[in-house]
């Protein structure tokens, strides 16, 4: 379901939040995956005209973030990976009840 992987893409951030690594591992890598699962599956609502458009941005939006911290050109953004991950769980929770 949806919202098992999005909830699975949550708790990975939350993980990577709470590491913060130097470099980056598999958890970024799994994170990614989870949120463009997510994002698929949210593209499938929007075209059943079950989540807005604004629902699309946001999810692009988190994954663009997230792809940021996981090839970063310098430092890891943590403060912007900290605020995607407020606005994924945001999404995952009304999208779930839908």
Known sequence: MASDVGERAVELLDKLLAERPEKVGPDFSEATRCITTYRDGLIGQFRAGTVSRTDLDDI??????????????GAVPWDKIATARERLAALVKPVASR
């Open 60 to 73: 692009n939006g988190v994954l663009s973030v997230v792809l940021a911290g996981h090839f970063p050109l």
